[in-house]
């Protein structure tokens, strides 16, 4: 006998074409105007942050950064679905998310400065801290799906991953408890094509990254991630049916700057590729929906801008005023103070090697 | 350090077509560090390998390639991510020989970079060496200059056993050394006396023996400098004529205190040498918390004046 024992497709979504139309066969469903203009300020707003950060790290007034610049419709579309008490589990390039969901800009800048400190405030909006071992995350998400099933609050849990991402064991890993499990996690693949060097062609010979999901056993769906209104539409469903278990959305999308400031991507790409993204800019093409629909002028635009800018500013100053405490690096490692620590800290003090 | 580094692997692969150099980054990038830079397009890409984002994989694929006859150069891009292979290396790599009774030994060198100092994001400036050295059956070496970097890879390559190669980031740009051209090895498993004295043994490897260097030259101490340049095996030889000749020993490394490199070198000498000790043996190292974040970067490192203080302690017993 020969038949076939499975057969499976993922489908590909976009609703907001790269001139700003819409595609009428898609339902908007519930996006009106007002979180659509909430979606483009918020947009607009991490593309501000990134380049203050990128300017500042310049001046070596930051450590290391990797922007967003180019993917903020995949971060911005969930951010917006999401509910204030769904859970978010970043990577580190979820820069847009952190902000949409109300870090405040000052901690969110304290961190990438170098300081712990800047993750504090995470938890009060249902975020996980930033996580640098790639992919690590992912079962961390599932696990605290797993928490909310079991205790039954009703919350989703969000989770990002890069597409270098999903080539680690703890990934797969992640996927396929989640399967098991019947978890309500929604595993994000933000594709923006690279990691750092190596293109998305080299990181899987899969067609998508959406079908890794298949394996697992719980659905997938592939969706234009510069299309906002696409991503949105995804995430709401995946959270509305994520008592029914996992779900996989790979988003499209294009790291149009460097890996980090570390990174320099004229070893590796050409600019015809780097140009031929920025066509697709997820901000433009809202941007043009918006002017095409009249709910968005000039005016409106350069008020916007003035306004981000004196917060911003604003954030920088009280970040820059913040004075490290050495001693939370001993204070925070257990729920106690063992007494090696005690006496490394004390030495530390009463020596002055603190300076 | 990146220059030495690189133009050793050149000479491996141009010396033997079964190494291959595989990792993140390690092609057209020519690595985060640059060390690989340019090998890919010398030797092809079937010898200079960008793999996947998958540090498990890489180490086990490498295991995989040594044991069908290549000689795998795996890079990890920073210390901090090897645990994703951390498995492979315990399970694998430190004890392939063993279970085989010597029957299929695995010909390979893991890279990577460990140590702070320039100011990196979280997990980038770990330094993991003692997971390694308690892992048994594994070599362990970090280079502290470049002349040594070269010479180590070459020997780690030629020796027919796993090799855990750690690169301080500290050093890779720091300065600049003559190093000759051509293969040339240094031993490993054998330290190395960078300047002898008679009052005190300052035992160290990596970016703190340039630290520990200058502080003794700055206080014109007559201390012994004795670099470690392999961990694991320790040269205990030349660790305990040492203590025995000058009697008071300080050990520096930037890892963490608490079951560090220090404390085993310390038993070692309390077994062998402690009646000829006139003072306590002293370790200088980082506090016992985990890497912190670039920001209390300074306050975590082990600084010349904490290594300062320690001599002073040491020398008033
Ligand atoms: C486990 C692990 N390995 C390596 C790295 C170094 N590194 C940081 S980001 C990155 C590429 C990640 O690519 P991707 O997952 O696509 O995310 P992106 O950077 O594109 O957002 C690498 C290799 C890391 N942080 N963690
Ligand atoms: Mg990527």
Not at chain 1, 96 to 107: C, H, K, V
Not at chain 2, 34 to 56: H, W
């Amino acid at each position: 006998m020969l038949k076939e024992a499975y057969s499976g497709s993922i489908k590909y979504m976009q609703i907001l074409d790269e001139e700003g139309n819409v595609d009428q066969s898609i339902p908007l469903d519930d996006i009106d105007n007002e979180k659509i203009i909430r979606m483009y300020k918020l947009m607009v707003f991490a593309r501000a942050v990134d380049s203050k950060v990128l300017s500042l790290q310049r001046q070596g007034r930051m450590a290391t950064y990797g922007p967003c610049i180019g993917e903020e419709a995949t971060q911005i579309g969930a951010a917006i679905a999401m509910n204030p008490n769904d859970i978010f589990v970043p990577n580190f390039r979820q820069h847009a998310l952190y902000l949409a969901r109300g870090m405040p800009l000052e901690n969110f800048l304290l961190y990438w400065k170098g300081y712990e400190e800047g993750n504090i405030p995470a938890a009060k909006i249902n975020g996980m801290p930033v996580i640098v071992p790639v992919g690590t995350q992912m079962q961390h998400a599932v696990g605290l799906a797993f928490a909310q099933k079991q205790r039954k609050t009703g919350n989703a849990v969000v989770a990002y991953v890069g597409d270098g991402g999903t080539s680690e064991g703890d990934f797969y890993e992640a996927m396929n408890f989640a399967g098991v499990m019947k978890v309500p996690v929604i595993l994000i693949i933000e594709n923006n094509g690279w990691a750092i060097s190596v293109p998305r062609s080299r990181q899987s010979a899969a067609e998508t990254l959406a079908q890794k999901a298949i394996a697992a056993g719980i659905p997938g769906v592939q969706v234009d991630g510069n299309d906002v209104f696409a991503v949105y539409k995804a995430v709401s469903e995946a959270i509305r049916n994520s008592k029914d278990g996992a779900f996989v959305i790979e988003c499209i999308t294009y790291r149009m700057s460097m890996h980090t400031t570390s990174d320099d991507p004229t070893k590796y790409r050409s600019e015809a590729d780097v140009n031929e993204w920025k066509a697709r800019d997820p901000i433009l093409r809202l941007r043009k929906y918006l002017s095409k629909h009249g709910l968005w002028n000039d005016d409106m635009e350069s008020k916007m801008n003035e306004e981000y800018a004196k917060l911003i500013d604003a954030a920088v100053e009280k970040e820059e005023a913040f004075k490290p405490d050495p001693r939370s690096m001993f204070n925070s490692v257990y729920s106690f103070i063992p007494q090696v620590l005690q006496e490394e800290m004390d030495d530390a003090e009463a020596n002055n090697y603190w300076r | 350090m990146v220059t030495a580094l690189n133009n050793a692997i050149d000479l491996l692969l141009k010396e033997d077509e079964n190494v291959v150099v595989l990792g993140e980054d390690v092609g057209k990038d020519g690595g985060v560090f640059r060390v690989t830079d340019g090998l890919q397009a010398k030797y092809g890409d079937n010898r200079v390998i960008d793999t996947p984002l998958a540090e498990s994989a890489i180490i086990g694929t490498s295991i995989g390639m040594a044991l069908g006859g290549l000689k795998p150069i795996a890079e990890i891009q920073f210390a901090g991510f090897m645990y994703l292979g951390f498995g492979q290396i315990i399970n694998h790599c430190s004890r392939y020989r063993t279970r085989t009774r010597g029957t299929r030994s695995l010909n390979m060198v893991i890279r990577t970079p460990v140590g702070g100092g320039i100011r990196a994001l979280e997990h980038h400036s770990e330094n993991p060496e003692a997971l390694y050295a308690h892992a048994n059956g594994l070599i362990v070496v970090e280079p502290s200059n470049p002349y040594d970097a070269k010479g180590l890879m070459i020997s780690a390559m030629h020796m027919n056993d796993p090799v855990i190669f750690l690169e301080p980031t500290k050093l890779y740009r720091l300065f600049k050394q003559e190093v000759q051209d051509g293969m040339y090895e240094v031993e490993i498993g054998k330290a190395n006396v960078v300047k002898e004295g008679s009052k005190l043994s300052i035992i160290t490897y990596g970016t703190m023996t340039r630290i520990v260097e200058d502080v003794v030259s700055k206080k014109n101490v007559d201390a012994e400098i004795v670099d470690l340049r392999t961990i694991s095996p320790l040269d205990e030889k030349t660790i305990i004529d040492s203590a025995k000749k000058t009697g008071r020993v300080m050990i520096v490394h930037e890892a963490s205190a608490s079951f560090g490199v220090g404390a085993e070198i310390s038993a070692r000498i309390a077994e062998k040498a402690i009646f000829e000790l006139q003072a306590p043996i002293l370790r200088v190292a980082s506090p016992s918390i985990p890497v912190p974040c670039p920001g209390y970067e300074d306050y975590y490192l082990p600084n010349a004046k904490k290594i300062s203080n320690a001599i002073d302690k040491i020398l008033s017993v």
